[in-house]
Every structure is written in structure tokens, then in C-alpha cells.
């Protein structure tokens, strides 16, 4: 059975950084698209960025030209790079096939806070 694994959140000032990992075990993520998502105080999870097994990245016009995804087939794990954050970007954020395919069973998830 596939098992997600997010880790790398925590808490950072306004305009700092982070990088979020998402491992997966059970199965070759080489061969799945990938998003992340998150999932903020009092709303619904929503679509972050995605990526193709080839490395073509989509992003939510919210996070674009801050965030960047990539993923390491070798290591089976995706990574979500966070630059110039913002406390709108405070959330639960999740690891998942991206929303055209069946999503796996989601992980915990890892806290990211930004605030001042």
C-alpha cells in the first residue's frame, strides 16, 4: 500500500523560506503526477502546484513565481521549495496524485505558520 509522508514545515516569519518533502514508499512515484495541496484555518484543501512524471509544473496563480515543485524519481519523493512567504500561505500542507487521478491515501500532512 502507497504511504505519503510530508515533512520540512514549520515556522517562519513573513517573507521567509521553506522546503516542504513529501516521501513516498509502496510504489514507483516515477510514474504518477504529483501535486501539493493545502489546506488553511477554516477552508477547504486546495490545489497548490503540480507536476508531470517529466517535471512539468503547473501553480495556483497565488503561490506562482514563489513556490517551485520538483521531484527526484530516484529517491521517490517530492519537494515544494516556498520562497517569500506570506501568512496566507499558513496551512496544512499535503502530497498527493495530482486532482485528474486517484489520489492515494493522504498523508498527516506537515504545519507550515507564518506569521510575525
Known amino acids: 500500500q502507497v504511504r505519503l509522508v510530508e515533512s520540512g514545515g514549520g515556522f517562519v516569519q513573513p517573507g521567509g523560506s521553506l522546503k516542504l518533502s513529501c516521501a513516498l514508499s509502496?510504489?514507483?512515484?516515477?510514474?504518477?503526477?504529483m501535486a501539493w495541496y493545502r489546506q488553511g484555518p477554516g477552508k477547504q484543501r486546495e490545489l497548490v502546484a503540480e507536476?508531470?512524471?517529466?517535471?512539468?509544473?503547473n501553480y495556483a496563480t497565488s503561490v506562482k513565481g514563489r513556490f517551485t515543485i520538483s521531484r527526484d524519481n530516484t529517491k521517490n519523493t517530492v519537494y515544494l521549495e516556498m520562497d517569500s512567504l506570506k501568512a496566507e500561505d499558513t496551512a496544512v500542507y499535503y502530497c498527493?496524485?495530482?486532482?485528474?487521478?486517484?489520489?492515494?491515501?493522504w498523508g498527516q500532512g506537515t504545519q507550515v505558520t507564518v506569521s510575525s
Open positions: 498527493n496524485r495530482a486532482p485528474t487521478f486517484q489520489t492515494f491515501t
Open positions: 509502496g510504489g514507483r512515484l516515477g510514474l504518477s503526477s
Open positions: 507536476i508531470s512524471p517529466g517535471s512539468n509544473s
